[in-house]
């Protein structure tokens, strides 16, 4: 059962005008991660600051807003009562932002830029010299964790994203589609003979937070009795490991365009196996209202420019 409110010693009214937005957002993330943690990793805040900014504004409100307790942060009923407003001061706080960027005339300016590892690594950071040369005021900031931003609460403004969205006011274009293929280094694909067992195989495989990644689960359906040489979910680890001949991973077939590997050579007993291998796509996604804005369509531009070539063979 939750706690009900609890008033300070001298409660006070609170004008609209004290209801800060920067108050505001530290209330939204803690409601949402119920830690100070995963608060503060949320709005770039350290615990501390966080906990003085949340006592400083029970103090305002006059009334507890969070029961701290060993598991976390338990909102009241006072915190519950008020996130709807929050929330409504969140989507105009967005409005605001997006209107206001609508009066840019030219390409400069902050874009944050949410990409998964690996496409940050081998195919967007080698191509930012040619987007400085283009629009050399333009700033990136790019965000290369597995962690899905929120296009919609601007947590970025653009993303690449394995799996098309369904929901948002979002605009999208399909980048491509390449299939996962076993690889190994250039130099062991030239001199190896055809492998006939994938048990045969020193593979290089992913770590248990992903295994239920598609090829995580082909791995696991017809190479399960290999005992894997390396693990890691680290996809630069993998793409490094192959391309020096540690062993063999399930690689985007795009990924031999940029780095010294190449697919596995296999003979026709593993054609059935190979037929099952799921496919990668590559979307890039962002707001709709913000499409239009000259920083983010030249980003935009960029990023077409750079991964448009995701079909087809290396």
């Known amino acids: 059962m939750r706690a009900s409110v609890q008033a300070s010693p001298h409660p006070r009214s609170v004008q609209p005008t004290d209801a800060r937005w920067d108050d505001v957002r530290v209330f939204l993330a803690l409601h949402r991660e119920r830690s100070l943690a995963g608060a503060g ?7 501390s600051t966080l906990s003085r ?3 400083a504004l029970e103090e305002s ?9 060993r598991d976390g942060l338990v909102p009241t009923a006072a915190a519950d009562a008020l996130l ?11 409005r605001f932002a997006r209107d206001a960027s609508g009066f840019e005339r030219e390409a400069e300016g902050v874009v944050r830029l949410s990409v998964p590892p690996g496409i940050a690594d081998a195919f967007v950071a080698p191509g930012l010299a040619r987007l400085r040369a283009k629009h050399p005021r333009i700033r990136l900031e790019l965000d290369a964790s597995v962690r899905l931003t929120d296009l919609t609460r601007r947590e970025a403004d653009l993303a690449l994203r394995t799996i098309r969205p369904q929901t948002g006011e979002l605009v999208m274009t399909r980048l491509g589609s390449s299939r996962w293929t076993p690889m190994t280094s250039k130099a062991i694909a030239a001199r190896g003979s055809p492998v006939k067992h994938w048990e045969d195989v020193d593979w290089i495989v992913w770590g248990d937070d992903l295994a239920g990644i598609p090829p995580a689960r082909w791995l696991a359906r017809h190479a399960r009795a290999a005992t894997p040489v390396l693990k ?12 020096e001949g540690v062993g063999v991973a399930l690689l985007p077939l795009t990924y031999a365009r940029v780095e010294a590997v190449a697919p596995l050579r296999c003979s026709k007993a593993l054609e059935p196996s190979l037929a099952e291998l799921p496919f990668n796509e590559t979307w890039l996604v962002g707001h709709k209202a913000l499409r239009g804005v000259p920083r983010i369509a030249a980003v935009w531009d960029f990023l077409v420019q750079e991964l448009g070539h995701f079909d087809g063979q290396p």
């Open 41 to 47: 990793a949320r709005i770039a805040l350290d615990p």
């Open 232 to 243: 890691t979910s680290h996809i630069a680890a993998q793409v490094a490991a192959v391309r």
């Open 61 to 69: 409100l006059g009334a507890r807003l969070f029961d701290r307790t």
């Open 84 to 94: 709807p407003a929050a929330e409504q001061m969140e989507a105009a706080h967005v």
């Open 53 to 55: 900014r949340l006592a």
